[in-house]
C-alpha cells in the first residue's frame, strides 16, 4: 500500500513534465533548427566558407531593396499603429456604455480578427480599384469626374493609402479586443467614486480611464509593433514590391532569386527585432504574466 | 442621466442620437467592405466593369467556377487538408501540456510558462526559409504535410495557452468529486475535464484552424506546385482579373465568417488570450 502510494506520487511528480515536453520539444526543434539554419545559411557560402557576401549584398547592392525595405516597413507602422490605438479607444469606449444592440456592434466590430491579410487586401482592392465601390459611388455622385488610381507603380503613394486602409481596417480589431479588455477590468467604483465627487465625463476618462487602461494600451502598442515587422500578405496583394516591405523582400529573395543566404539574412534581421521588442514587452510585463499564471 | 419624472433635457436626446450614429458608423466601416466584395464576387462582368452600376445587379456563378478551374479547386483542397493536420498536431501536442499548466503545480511552472508566452510572440514565418533546406533533405519540401508541420509550430503556443484557460475554467470540485468516487486522474480527465471543456475546446479547435488557413508566407515559400488558397492567389491569381480576385477574396474569408458566426462567444475571451 505504501510503495503503492509513493509509485503514484512519483508518477504525479513527474506527470507536469511528461505531458510538456512533446510540445516543448517540438518548439525547440521547429525554432531552433530553422534558426541554426538560417546563420549557417547566411554567413557561408556554398562550400560552407565563412562568408559575409550576403550581409554586403544586403546592404549595398544595387538590386537590394533592404534600406527602401525597412523604411516603408517602419513608415506603414508608424502612421498605421496610431490609427489603431486611436480607433480601437473610440471602439472601447463606445460599447463600455450600454445601449441595445451593444453584443451584435461586438460581434461585428470583432469581425476582421478572422480575416487574412490576403483577404484583407483583396476585399479593398474591390472598394479602390478603377471599377471599384468607391471610384463608382463618388462619380455617381459628381464629386470626381475620373476614377481615382490607387494601383499601379506611378501611384505608390495612392497604394501606400490603400495599404493604411486596408490594414487600419482588419487589423484594428486586435488592438480593439486588447484595450476592451483592459477597460472591462476597470472597477465600476472607482468611476462611481469619482461620479460621487462631480467628476464630468471628460474629468473621468483624463483622470481615471486613461490612467488605468494604460498597460493594455501598451500590450496593444508592443504586439502591434511585433506585427508591423512582419506585414505581407496585404502589401503583396496592393502593392506588390512597389512598396517593398522586409518580409516581402525575404520572400522575393527566396522564391524568386534563389538568394538563400540573402533570405536567411532577412528572415534572422526579423526575429531579431522581434525578440528585442518581445523582450522589452516581459521586462515591463513580467509581473503581470506571472499573477495570471497564478490564476 | 435623469432621474424618473423629471423631463430629461434635449441635450439628453440629441447626445442619444450622436451615440446612435456613431455606433452604426463603426459597424458599417466594418461590414460595408465585406458586403461590397461579396456582392463583387458574384457580379456579372458587364456590372462590374460598368460605370454606372455602383451596386451589382446581375449576379453569376462563373467567377467562382472560373477561379476554381485555374486551380483553386485543388487549392481549398490543400488549404484544408493542411488545416486539420494543423488542427491535429497542434492539439495532440499542445493539450496535454495546457492541461499540465491548468492542473498542475510543479517547479519551474512559471519560466516554461513564460516560455511559451515569449514563444507566441516570436515571428514564425522567419523559420519557413531555412526550413526549405531541411524540408529538400527530408522531402517534405513542396508537400502539404511540411506545411503543416509548419504552421504546427506557430499554432502551438496559441493552444497550450487557450486549452489551458480552458482547463483552468472547469471547476476544480468536479473533479475532486471524481476522485472522491474513486476515478483515477486519467478517468476523471476523461469523464469529467474533457465534456466539460468540449465546447471551448472545439472553439479552440476552429480558431488553430483559421489560423492555419489564413498563413501565406510559410506556404508561399514551402510550396510550389502544392499551393494552399492564400498562397494560389499570391502566386497566380493576383495575374487573373479582377472580379475573379474578389471570388478569392469570398473563398477566403467564407470560413472565418462561418467561426465568427459559431465561436462569437468565445471569439473575445480567446483572442484576449492569445494576445495578452
Known sequence: MTSNKQGYSLVERYLPYLLIAPALGYLLFFIGYPLTQGVLLAFTDQNGHFTLQHVYYLLYSPSSNFWPALEDTLALAAVIIPIQIMLALGFSLMLSANFKGKDMALYILIIPLTISDVAGGLIWYSLLTANGFFNKLFMALGIINQPIQFFGYQFRPMEFIAIVLAEVWRATALVFVIIFAGLQMISREYIEAAEVFGAGTWTKLRHIIFPMLKPSVQTALLIRTLFAFQVFGVVMVLAGRDIPVLAGEAYYEQTILYHYGVAALYALIIAAISVVIGYIYIKMFKAQYLKEVAM | ?276
Request: proline fraction near 6%.
Open chain 2, 1 to 276: 442621466m435623469s432621474t424618473p419624472g423629471e423631463t430629461p433635457p434635449i441635450r439628453y436626446y440629441l447626445l442619444r442620437i450622436v451615440f446612435a450614429g456613431i455606433v452604426i458608423l463603426s459597424c458599417t466601416w466594418v461590414l460595408l467592405p465585406i458586403i461590397i466584395s461579396i456582392l463583387y464576387a458574384f457580379s456579372s462582368p458587364q456590372d462590374f466593369y460598368s460605370p454606372k452600376e455602383i451596386i451589382p445587379l446581375h449576379y453569376t456563378l462563373s467567377n467562382i467556377q472560373k477561379l476554381l478551374a485555374l486551380g483553386a479547386a485543388r487549392a481549398t483542397m490543400n488549404s484544408i487538408i493542411v488545416a486539420v493536420m494543423t488542427v491535429i498536431f497542434s492539439f495532440a501536442l499542445g493539450l496535454p501540456a495546457g492541461y499540465a499548466f491548468a492542473r498542475f503545480a510543479f517547479k519551474g511552472k512559471d519560466s516554461l510558462k513564460l516560455l511559451i508566452i515569449g514563444l507566441r510572440m516570436f515571428p514564425m514565418l522567419v523559420i519557413a526559409i531555412p526550413l526549405v533546406t531541411l524540408y529538400i533533405k527530408l522531402g517534405l519540401n513542396d508537400t502539404l504535410l511540411g506545411v503543416a508541420l509548419a504552421h504546427t509550430t506557430m499554432a502551438l503556443p496559441f493552444v497550450i495557452l487557450i486549452t489551458s484557460s480552458i482547463f483552468v475554467s472547469v471547476p476544480i470540485e468536479l473533479e475532486e468529486a471524481g476522485y472522491v468516487f474513486g476515478l483515477d486522474r486519467k478517468q476523471t480527465f476523461l469523464r469529467i475535464t474533457l465534456p466539460l471543456a468540449l465546447p471551448g475546446l472545439t472553439a479552440a479547435a476552429i480558431f488553430t484552424f483559421i489560423m492555419s488557413w489564413n498563413e501565406v508566407f510559410m506556404a508561399a515559400v514551402l510550396t510550389l506546385t502544392n499551393r494552399t488558397l492564400p498562397a494560389f492567389i499570391l502566386t497566380s491569381a493576383m495575374a487573373a482579373p479582377d472580379i475573379i480576385k474578389f471570388a478569392a477574396s469570398f473563398i477566403m474569408i467564407l470560413p472565418a465568417l462561418i467561426f465568427v458566426f459559431i465561436a462569437r462567444r468565445y471569439l473575445v475571451s480567446m483572442w484576449g488570450i492569445t494576445v495578452r
